[in-house]
């Protein structure tokens, strides 16, 4: 059974940083541990139905960033403990939300595509 168990999310002043992680486990033909797999963060607002792509990270380590987090976030990952991080600079308002861990067989941009979710964990940035 695959699961993504996200961490790291929290409170904290604007300008601040937090380091989000996603670890990954039970992919049933080890793709992940051999890179075949994207991963992707995306964050849901309250009372919204779509979650936006802030961050996507490819098999081959290509990333892609939303434009609004672009310079201040950092996606990357840590093969040897399953797991995908995204270092988050310069936090402003605007970037509270729940955050999602995701994770498919491309960078996609919307939502509907990605086969695997994490459950969230929610990032407030105080002004």
Known sequence: QVQLVESGGGSVQAGGTLTLSCTASGFPDKRYLNNKLSMAWFRQAPGKEERERVACIEDDGTTEYRESVQGRFTIFKNNTKNMVILQMNSLRP??????????????????????????????????
Not at 104 to 125: E, N, S
């Open 94 to 127: 605007e970037d509270t939300d729940m955050y999602y861990c995701a994770s498919d067989a491309l960078c996609w941009i919307i939502q509907d595509k990605y086969k695997y979710w994490g459950q969230g964990t929610q990032v407030t940035v105080d002004s």
